[in-house]
Nanobody, 131 residues
Framework: DVQLQASGGGLVQAGGSLRLSCAASGFPFDDYAVGWFRQAPGQEREGVSCISTSEGTSYYVRAVKGRFTISADRAKNTVYLQMNNLKPEDTAVYYC????????????????????????WGQGTLVTVSS
């Protein structure tokens, strides 16, 4: 079975850091772009960052560019999201999934790749940033 398990969330003060992990299994890791999405209370899920796991090319939306870093460990089939200088507006449940991007000025928009069936979204991991 395909699984994408997100972990690493927690409570942090504004300006702090967290590292999220997305452990992938059940599919050829190098064949897909994997990204991070988040959903704040009362809002729709939005893309945050996306990485080509085979090439290591990374993409970010404007809101997190310069603060977040996505990376992939192909040996561990894991994608990470290092989040620095966190802001209260980063508070959300974070999920990982298949992604694609479109250029948007000096950054990118990140979307769910619906051509890939990774099954239902997992529980995600909650990130809470206090002011």
């Amino acid at each position: 079975d395909v699984q994408l398990q997100a972990s690493g969330g927690g409570l942090v003060q504004a300006g702090g850091s967290l590292r999220l992990s997305c452990a992938a299994s059940g599919f050829p890791f190098d064949d897909y772009a994997v990204g991070w999405f988040r959903q704040a209370p009362g809002q729709e899920r939005e893309g945050v960052s996306c990485i080509s796991t085979s090439e290591g090319t990374s993409y970010y939306v404007r809101a997190v560019k310069g603060r977040f870093t996505i990376s992939a460990d192909r040996a561990k089939n894991t994608v990470y999201l290092q989040m620095n200088n966190l802001k209260p507006e980063d508070t959300a449940v974070y999920y990982c999934g298949a992604c694609f991007v479109q250029a948007n000025g000096d950054s990118y928009s990140v979307f769910v790749d619906t051509r890939v069936d990774f099954g239902p979204w997992g529980q995600g991991t909650l990130v809470t940033v206090s002011s």
